[in-house]
Structure formats: C-alpha cells, structure tokens
C-alpha cells in the first residue's frame, strides 16, 4: 500500500487520526507541566488541498469536506472543535484550502512550555518541513528514520508526553516494524501515550498484528477503528485504525461518542462501522 500522505491528505483516514490526536493533546494540557509529542513519521506538515497533486485524488472532499459541511450531534461536535479550530486557523476565508499534517495540528493546540519532535527520512520532505518550523524554538524537526525514534528519543525530557507512529505503509514489514519499536520503546518510557495507526485493507495483516500486539504483554492498549466500507476482494482501503496505548482515563468514553458519529458520517451510505476493543487492560 502506499499512503503518501501529499495524496491522501485530509481524508477520512486522516480525520478520524487527527481527532484523535488533538483529543490526546487536549488531555495533555490539563497539567500545567510540559509535555512532547514525538512524532515519528511527519511528513511534510502542512499540505494545499488545491494543489496538482490533491486534485489527482480529491479524498479530502468525502472527508474533511465533508465534516465542514455537515455538523456531527452535538456531543461529538463539541469534541472535534480543539481540530476544526485549527483547520479554520489556517483557512480563515472558509472551506479548506490548506491542511495541516500531524506536526502542524499538534503545534498549533501547543501552549507556550510544550514541545514537539518532528522526525522525517525523506530528504524533501524533512527539508520542507524544516522550513515550516523554522524559527520556531518549540519544534525540533529531525532528518531521521522514525523507527529509529522509537529507541533513541524516548524517555523525553519532560517526562511526560506522546509517541506518533504514522508510517505510511509504503514497504513490506510495517506492521511488524511497529510490534517492535513499540515493545522497544515501552521498555524506555512506559509511561508515555502511544498511538499507532494503521490502515484497514488487509484483514489478516491486521489480524496476525493485533495478535502481536497482545503477545508482547503491554498493559493499557485500546483499539479504535473507523470503516467506511466492507472489506473487498481484492482489498482497498476500508478503513482507519489506531492502537492507543495508555490512554488517558477520559478517552474511552469520549471515542464511544465519536467513533459511531464518524462512521456514520464518513461512510458510504449505511456501510459506515466502528470498533472500540481493549486489546490488554490493566497489567
């Protein structure tokens, strides 16, 4: 699969992680210490929907499009604010025009002590990304494999904080990659967030990756998974998963309200579904 996100940027996949994320941040804003995110995969941060490339495959319209134009019920709603005040920070004339990567989203829901690590292995985009936050002394953009993250920049120094893996599931091994810098990273910063999507078109990769994933033993990890569509032969993209690893205590309930919300509205009709599953519990 390839999911460069240039082609891909703001469609459901990316809402439904990006909510998700901004919640994560919203959380980690209720203690006045300092936290990071570090974000593993960043791409480029920041990408114009009217672009040659978006307009070769204009996802974003059935996604974040979408969402613009029809409201959720009001309790989701309310949670997705913390992300749609940003996409309206950045398209202040209305619509979306420009959306923000993962990088981009978490800085703008920053207050002042927090801080971000912005890892990138392609040259362009980590150079494009560089450019982004130049200047900014609350991201540190990184030319770097993200794997390697995984290892050499956990525990941060803050101490408390958020893990990002967003691979783009361009090779062969991602999963597996992921089962590992996870078990890696855990060792290091056990107490930290993770959250590690993943797509949705190979139902026995995700089978087989799960099952790795209680197999390691780590306590506290959620599985959320949004589908707007079956499962095909042969596969396509039907969905968008995230595995949450110590989640904040709130998150739960919160998910319960968003998952069927965007199910319903990002989905074809009537073939919308939702999943919300503890892989582990408590240790």
């Given at each position: 699969m390839?999911?460069?996100h240039?082609?891909?940027?703001?469609?459901f996949?990316d809402?439904?992680?990006?909510?998700v994320l901004?919640?994560?941040?919203?959380?980690?804003?209720?203690?006045?210490s300092a936290?990071?995110?570090i974000?593993?995969?960043a791409?480029?941060?920041?990408?114009?929907?009217t672009?040659e490339i978006?307009k070769?495959?204009?996802?974003?319209v059935?996604?974040?499009?979408?969402?613009?134009?029809?409201p959720l019920?009001q309790k989701?709603?309310?949670l997705?604010?913390?992300?749609?005040n940003?996409?309206?920070?950045l398209n202040?004339?209305g619509?979306?025009?420009?959306?923000?990567g993962?990088p981009l989203?978490v800085?703008?829901?920053?207050?002042?002590?927090?801080?971000?690590?912005a890892?990138?292995?392609?040259p362009?985009?980590?150079?494009?990304?560089?450019?982004?936050?130049?200047?900014d002394?609350?991201?540190?953009?990184i030319?770097?494999?993200g794997?390697l993250?995984?290892?050499a920049h956990?525990p941060?120094?803050e101490?408390r904080?958020?893990v990002?893996v967003?691979?783009?599931?361009e090779e062969?091994?991602?999963?597996?990659?992921m089962v590992?810098?996870?078990?890696k990273?855990?060792k290091?910063?056990?107490?930290?967030?993770y959250?590690l999507?993943?797509?949705l078109?190979?139902t026995?990769?995700?089978?087989?990756f799960?099952?790795?994933?209680?197999?390691?033993?780590?306590p506290k990890?959620l599985?959320a998974e949004v589908s707007?569509?079956?499962?095909?032969n042969?596969?396509r993209?039907?969905g968008?998963g995230?595995?949450?690893?110590?989640?904040?205590?709130?998150l739960e309930?919160e998910?319960?309200?968003?998952?069927p919300?965007?199910a319903?509205?990002?989905?074809?009709?009537?073939?919308?579904?939702?999943?919300?599953?503890?892989?582990r519990g408590?240790?």
């Open positions: 390839n999911y460069s240039a082609f891909h940027a703001g469609n996949a809402v439904m992680k990006h909510i901004a919640r994560l941040v919203e959380y980690l804003k209720k203690k006045d936290f990071r995110v974000d593993t995969h791409g480029i941060g920041r990408y114009d929907l672009g978006a070769r495959s204009p996802e974003w059935d996604g974040v499009g979408r969402l613009l134009r029809t019920p989701a709603q309310a997705v604010e913390p992300y749609l940003v996409i309206r920070e202040p004339g619509g979306v025009e420009i959306y923000p993962s989203l800085r703008k829901l920053f207050r002042p002590q927090d801080r971000l690590s890892l990138e292995l392609h362009e985009y980590a150079k494009r990304l560089g450019i982004l936050f130049e200047g002394v609350q991201v540190r953009v030319h770097l494999d794997w993250a995984l290892n956990v941060p120094k101490k904080g958020l990002l967003d691979p783009p599931f062969k091994g991602e999963f597996d990659r590992d810098g996870l078990v990273a855990h290091k910063f056990a107490g930290g967030i959250a999507w993943y797509p078109k190979d026995r990769a995700v089978h087989d799960v099952s790795a994933l209680h197999g390691t033993g780590i990890m599985r707007i569509r079956p499962a095909s042969p596969p993209l039907h968008s995230l595995i949450l690893v110590n989640p904040p205590f709130t309930g998910l319960r309200i968003l998952l919300a965007l319903q509205l990002l989905g074809d009709p009537g073939l919308g579904r939702h999943k919300l599953e503890w892989i408590e240790a």
